[in-house]
């Protein structure tokens, strides 16, 4: 078996509406057949989780999250981050919450322990709504432009993952998409 040099890592939380989007994203890239060089996990709200496993060596990690960006409810983004932001003067200090999830925060984190992070992508959606820790057991399942946008979302990972195993730098890989 090869050693997977991708991780796509699904990040969300089912009880507060579309932040719930890479969890089902998750759910649905599990029922696939995807090369061995590949793994996907659900962190679900598990930063500490998502923390220790940035620090094995992925040649790409792909967070799959829903992405507040101001655009349309359902539209789907790839977005690559500025790694050297991430230790900027004023950015926010490396810190973990022990129920949310944060990637900035996480990546913040692995990069503050020493972890050597290779390139990170981050395949987004707009969300509609999120719903509340204050609401009585939050609000469960995703909204119909976000449920919709699932579908896209996983081929958008299928696509990025095939391309990278095909040896595509990563700027062709972001002018492929």
Do not use: W
């Not at 696939?32 to 793994?39: A, D, H, I």
């Amino acid at each position: 078996m090869t050693d997977p040099r991708i991780l796509i890592a699904c990040v969300g939380n089912i009880f507060l509406g579309d932040d719930g989007f890479g969890v089902e994203v998750a759910r649905r890239l599990l029922d696939r057949q995807l090369p061995s060089e590949v793994l996907v996990k659900d962190f679900g709200i598990r930063g500490l989780d998502l923390t220790y496993a940035l620090l094995n060596p992925y040649e790409v990690v792909i967070l799959v999250d829903a992405c507040p960006r101001g655009g349309t409810p359902g539209t789907v983004y790839l977005v690559e981050p500025d790694l050297l932001e991430l230790n900027a003067l004023n950015s926010a200090p490396a810190s973990l919450e022990a129920h949310s999830m944060n990637p900035m925060s996480v990546l913040r984190v692995v990069k503050s322990m020493g972890g050597a992070l290779g390139r990170v992508l981050i395949v987004g959606c707009e969300p509609a709504e999120f719903g509340s820790d204050s609401d009585e057991g939050g609000k469960l399942g995703l909204s119909d432009s976000v449920e919709s946008a699932v579908e896209e979302a996983v081929a958008m990972v299928e696509r990025l993952t095939s391309n990278i195993l095909a040896g595509l730098s990563t700027e062709q890989v972001l002018q492929l998409q």
